[in-house]
Every structure is written in structure tokens, then in C-alpha cells.
């Protein structure tokens, strides 16, 4: 009897073990699928224009990710104006979600800061696929620190700055843009735009553009060159180049090529407005006919620079998982699926097949009016590019041409670098607000800058960029000697 009560009870110990394993079991399922097993619903946050239609088409996105990963998606967009600031007011409180749309130096001060996850164990196990199909220099650019905080969107991972024309004024006039290679060589046009075409702006309102590797963004002073001296961070404004550039700009200004409000403008010169006859902005393979779609008239461009890979063009479109996600495998789930599953991709992008958008006989696609006037998103915020359709009048070898373009460009002296401010933070809040006072104005060519140029750098000097430079290269150095 004595050992029949033993027997009984390890037994009634073994099955309770089982059920508690069993139940934990459950638990760590439930919590990973949601309550009860249900799909769990990420939270996904994204800049745009809210559409009309996105309940319609997350409906069939969601129907699509029950049966692939059980789960479901809330998308919400942020329109592009208040992007900035709820954005980060969201991460400022902790407010729970799973996945956002980052970018630049949010993506790099939000990851220092402790607001997204380092996912490289996700993208080694969850995200797997995801990592096989992203162009290395995506994922080697955004490190922070050795890690990864986001999924880059596979794109063009290289920059390059255009001149871009008005092609009936260019052949109107029978311009030979291709000898177009600095700012001084588009006078001659613009002069006769001012001449003959009284309702064009011979320049849409651009800054004039610095051809550096820039540690923040074209409007602080602290910069590596491209070519020459790589090794060493200079205040690029007491460059030679930015003398003889503001000169340039200055007399274009003067003679009436841009609008006398230029350094103050809010407009953002929209391409779909032909009131302009040249600006200047980053490119990529057939842009130009991405961009005459959008205008409906007719654009080209000619390069200002060679592709070069940046920090800034790897890290332009991010999904970042929130430190605050219940769950990140599941948001890791998605993102991977979104990168690697054409028809999700797809469908995120376009919309619904009939609805949004007609399918051709060849594969390619065509718009319908319900995806420009309720279902237009920023492609390039979504995710990979390469497993998109192409539009039936886009060229067949364009992501082949894109991945040619990638692997053409020479990496920046910065890529993959990161600085890290709080040394020096004050003084970069001092500097912020001096070039906010002289750069607009300098890079529109509104003053001179022999003698606004001295100026904005004797305050520059007060204001301690010394002691910038000197944190920025022992940071560089530091990173440099890692890198070997």
C-alpha cells in the first residue's frame, strides 16, 4: 500500500508538471499570437496623406496575413506636415506599438536613445528571408554601433544629385544639357528663360548644393570630402567651393532667376506645376520617367555628381520595431513577409487588383482613378522595391538597372558612422540656430557672401564648432580604427 501511494503520488506530480508545461506552453503561443490564440494586431505607424481607402485594402492585406503568420496590421499614416512631431511625441511618451517608419537622423538618435530594438536575432531568425534579399550596403549603413535597429527599404541605396529640366523649354531652345557639369554651365539657359518665357521661374527654389559627405545634413557645418582628404572633418563653409558656389548663386539671384522670396518660400515647387525651367535634386535609374508621370509633362535630367552611397540615401526609408512592441517577432513576421512576398508587397502598395489598379497580359500594371484619388501611398516607404510590378510603360531592365546603379556607386568616407551628440550637445543647439539665420539665405543666393560668409563663420566659431569638429573626428577616428 505504502508504495502504491508512493507510485500514485509521483504520478499525480509528473501529469501536474505536464499540464504546467503544457499551460506555459499555451501561455508563451497565446502571447506570441494574441489573446486566446487570436491573430495578433500590429501597430504599424507610416508617413502619408491618410487615404480613403485603406480600410478596404488592409481588409484583404489582413485576410492574406491570418492565414500566412496570424496576425492582422492596423496601418496608420501620418500626414507628411505633422509627421515630425507627433511622431516623436509618440515614442517620447512609450506608447505601445510594434512597427514605424523612420529615417536619417531619427533613425540614428531613436536608436541610440533606447526607442527601437536591436533586431539583428530577429533578422537571423524571423526575418531571415527578409535579410537574404537586401543589398548589404543597406544594412552595413545603418548600424549603430555594430547593431541594427530597422529594416531598410531595398531600394537605391546609392545617391546622386541631378539638374532636372523642363524638356519642351529644352527643346524649344535646342539646349545641349549635356555639357552641363557645374552651376555656372546653366547661365547662358537661364538667361534666355528670363528673356522669353515671362511666366517661368528660371530656378525652382533649390539651396545650391555642396558636393560633401555631411555628418548631420547640408545645412551644418561639419563634413568630410568625397575626393581628396576623406580622413579628416571640416567646417565645409570656409571651403573654397562654397565662396565661389554662393558667388554664383548670388548673381543668378540678381538677375532675376529665382524668386525674390527665395531664402523665406514655403512653396515646394511641385513638379505637376510647370512654372519652372531647371532644380535640383537626388535621382535614380529612370527617374525621369517617374517623374514626367507624376507631372504629365515631359522632364530630363543630367548628373551633378557620381552614384555615391551615403549614410543619408541607405538610411532614407527605415521600418523600425518599437522597444515598446508585445510582440517584435510577429512585427518581424511581417516586415518580412512585406520584403519578400510580391503579392503583400503589392497589395500594400497598389492597392486591389481591379479596384486600384488593371493587371496587363505581360504583368505590367496601369492605374485606375480609385488608386490616385483614394489609395495613393509613398512607395518608397513600404518596403522592397524589387518585387514590385512595373507600370506598363516603365522600362523591363529597371530593378536590374537599380542594381546596377548600387553596385556603381563608391561608399562615402561616413558610411555606416554615426555620431553620437551628447558631448556636445549644447553647442550643436547654438550652431542649429545660427545656420537656420545664414544658410537659406546664402544657398538661394540672396546675399553676398563675401560678406555674409565670414560672418555666419566668425559665429560659428562663438557658438563652439572647435570643439564639434574636435568630438566628431576623435569619434570618426575611434569608429575608423574598428573598422580594420
Not at 124 to 152: C, H, R, S, T
Not at 463 to 472: C, R
Request: charged content about 30%.
Amino acid at each position: 500500500m505504502k508504495k502504491r501511494l508512493i507510485l500514485l503520488l509521483a504520478l499525480v506530480l509528473t501529469i501536474g508538471t505536464i499540464l504546467s508545461a503544457c499551460s506555459g506552453k499555451d501561455s508563451a503561443t497565446s502571447n506570441k499570437e494574441g489573446k486566446d490564440g487570436q491573430p495578433y494586431e500590429i501597430k504599424w505607424y507610416t508617413i502619408g496623406t491618410p487615404q480613403k481607402d485603406t480600410d478596404k485594402v488592409f481588409k484583404e492585406v489582413n485576410k492574406y496575413l491570418e492565414e500566412k503568420i496570424n496576425a492582422t496590421v492596423k496601418m496608420t499614416q501620418i500626414d507628411w506636415g505633422d509627421w515630425a512631431q507627433k511622431s516623436q511625441v509618440m515614442i517620447n511618451s512609450g506608447e505601445p506599438f510594434d512597427i514605424i517608419f523612420t529615417n536619417g537622423t531619427e533613425y540614428v538618435q531613436n536608436s541610440q536613445k533606447g526607442a527601437f530594438l536591436a533586431i539583428d536575432d530577429l533578422l537571423n531568425k524571423e526575418g531571415k528571408d527578409l535579410k537574404e534579399a537586401l543589398d548589404p550596403a543597406l544594412l552595413e549603413g545603418i548600424k549603430i554601433d555594430g547593431k541594427i535597429y530597422g529594416v531598410p527599404t531595398n531600394k537605391e541605396a546609392a545617391r546622386q544629385t541631378v539638374y532636372t529640366f523642363n524638356k519642351r523649354l529644352v527643346d524649344k531652345y535646342n539646349f545641349d544639357i549635356s555639357k552641363v557639369q557645374r552651376l555656372e554651365d546653366l547661365e547662358p539657359m537661364l538667361k534666355v528663360i528670363k528673356e522669353n518665357e515671362p511666366s517661368i521661374t528660371p530656378m525652382a527654389t533649390f539651396k545650391a548644393y555642396l558636393p560633401f559627405d555631411y555628418v548631420f545634413n547640408n545645412e551644418m557645418p561639419f563634413a568630410f570630402a568625397i575626393d581628396g582628404d576623406r580622413e579628416h572633418v571640416i567646417n565645409q563653409f570656409e571651403s573654397d567651393l562654397a565662396m565661389e558656389t554662393y558667388k554664383t548663386m548670388h548673381n543668378y539671384y540678381k538677375a532675376g532667376y529665382l524668386k525674390e522670396d527665395a531664402a523665406t518660400s514655403k512653396d515646394s515647387w511641385p513638379m505637376d506645376v510647370e512654372n519652372w525651367f531647371v532644380r535640383m535634386g537626388d535621382s535614380q535609374p529612370y527617374a525621369d520617367s517617374l517623374w514626367t508621370r507624376a507631372a504629365k509633362y515631359d522632364l530630363v535630367s543630367v548628373p551633378a555628381e557620381e552614384p555615391t552611397t551615403f549614410n543619408d540615401s541607405v538610411s532614407g526609408s527605415i521600418q523600425a520595431i518599437s522597444a515598446t512592441s508585445k510582440n517584435p517577432e510577429k512585427a518581424m513576421e511581417f516586415l518580412n513577409l512585406l520584403n519578400t512576398d510580391p503579392y503583400l508587397r503589392n497589395l500594400v502598395d497598389k492597392g486591389i487588383e481591379g479596384v486600384h489598379y488593371e493587371k496587363n497580359e505581360d504583368g505590367s500594371i496601369k492605374d485606375l482613378p480609385a488608386r490616385i484619388d483614394r489609395y495613393n501611398l509613398p512607395t518608397y516607404s513600404l518596403g522592397n522595391h524589387f518585387i514590385l510590378n512595373l507600370y506598363e510603360n516603365d522600362p523591363k531592365d529597371k530593378w536590374e538597372k537599380f542594381k546596377e546603379f548600387n553596385e556603381s556607386a563608391k561608399p562615402a568616407p561616413t558610411l555606416g558612422f554615426h555620431f553620437n551628440s551628447d558631448p556636445v550637445r549644447s553647442e550643436l543647439a547654438s550652431i542649429t540656430n545660427i545656420s537656420k539665420e545664414f544658410y537659406p539665405a546664402l544657398a538661394t543666393g540672396s546675399v553676398d557672401p563675401e560678406e555674409y560668409l565670414p560672418k555666419y563663420n566668425e559665429k560659428l566659431k562663438e557658438a563652439g564648432i572647435d570643439k564639434v569638429l574636435k568630438e566628431i573626428q576623435k569619434q570618426f577616428d575611434e569608429w575608423k580604427s574598428e573598422q580594420k
